[in-house]
C-alpha cells in the first residue's frame, strides 16, 4: 500500500544547530511531496513542494529538501534552527492524498 | 500568496447550534475539495471527498447527517456540523485539487478552522 512515514516523531534540538526531519514514501511513480507545518493552535502553512525537476527544493524560512528517488525519501533540512521553528512537521503526499504522522520539533535555547 | 482560504478561522459556539464552515479556492477552479478533521497531536483525517455538483463520500465512520457537506460551485465548499456537541470541537482543515496556472494538478490546503463547543 501506499504510504508516507515520518520515522520520527518527536525531535529536540538546539537552537542554532542543523535538523534534518526525514520523510519517506511508498510509490511507485514520482509523488508530489509537500512539507507542511503547523504551530500550536494554527492552520498547516505550505514550506516547500516537489512536483519534478531539480531534486534540491528551496522552501520558506530556510528550509529545503531534496528528493531522492533511491532512498524514498524527502527530508526536510535547515542548516541553522531558531526557536520559532519549534512547531509540528507533516510530510504530504499530495497527489494520493497520504498524509505522515507528524514529527513534532522542540528547539531549546 | 494563499490559494485555498477558509471562513470562520475561528469559531464558538453553543451545543446544539450548528455551524457552517467555508472553503474556497483562489485563482482556481477546484474540481475535487476534501473536508479533513485534526484531533489534538495527530495527522488530520480524511473525512469526505466532494466534487462539484455531486453528492459528497465520506469515510467510513464519518457521519453525513452530520457533517453536511456542499460543493455548490468550481471555488466554494462549506462544512455544516449540525447540532454541534463538545466532541465535536476540533480543527477542520479543507483542501482543494485543481491546476494554478502554469502548475501541476494538486492539492493545496486551507488554513483551517477551529471550532470549540461550549
Known amino acids: 500500500a501506499q504510504s508516507v512515514t515520518q520515522p520520527d516523531i518527536h525531535i529536540t534540538v538546539s537552537e542554532g544547530a542543523s535538523l534534518e526531519l526525514r520523510c519517506n514514501y511508498s510509490y511507485g511513480a514520482t509523488p508530489y511531496l509537500f512539507w507542511y507545518v503547523q504551530s500550536p493552535g494554527q492552520g498547516l502553512q505550505l514550506l516547500l513542494k516537489?512536483?519534478?525537476?531539480?531534486?534540491l527544493v528551496q522552501g520558506i524560512k530556510g528550509f529545503e529538501a531534496e528528493f531522492k528517488r533511491s532512498q524514498s525519501s524527502f527530508n526536510l533540512r535547515k542548516p541553522s534552527v531558531h526557536w520559532s521553528d519549534a512547531a509540528e512537521y507533516f510530510c504530504v503526499n499530495t497527489d494520493k492524498l497520504i498524509f505522515g504522522t507528524g514529527t513534532r520539533l522542540q528547539v531549546f535555547p | 500568496g494563499a490559494v485555498v482560504s477558509q471562513h470562520p478561522s475561528r469559531v464558538i459556539c453553543k451545543s446544539g447550534t450548528s455551524v457552517k464552515i467555508e472553503c474556497r479556492s483562489l485563482?482556481?477552479?477546484?474540481?475535487?475539495m476534501f473536508w479533513y478533521r485534526q484531533f489534538p497531536k495527530q495527522s488530520l483525517m480524511l473525512m469526505a471527498t466532494?466534487?462539484?455538483?455531486?453528492?459528497?463520500?465520506?469515510e467510513q465512520g464519518v457521519e453525513k447527517d452530520k457533517f453536511l457537506i456542499n460543493h455548490a460551485s468550481l471555488t466554494l465548499s462549506t462544512l455544516t456540523v449540525t447540532s454541534a456537541h463538545p466532541e465535536d470541537s476540533s480543527f477542520y482543515i479543507c483542501?482543494?485539487?485543481?491546476?494554478?496556472?502554469?502548475?501541476?494538478?494538486?492539492?493545496?490546503f486551507g488554513p483551517g478552522t477551529r471550532l470549540t463547543v461550549l
Open positions: 516537489y512536483f519534478s525537476g531539480d531534486t
Open positions: 483542501s482543494a485539487r485543481g491546476r494554478l496556472a502554469g502548475a501541476v494538478d494538486t492539492q493545496y
Open positions: 466532494s466534487n462539484e455538483g455531486s453528492k459528497a463520500t465520506y
Open positions: 485563482d482556481f477552479q477546484a474540481t475535487t
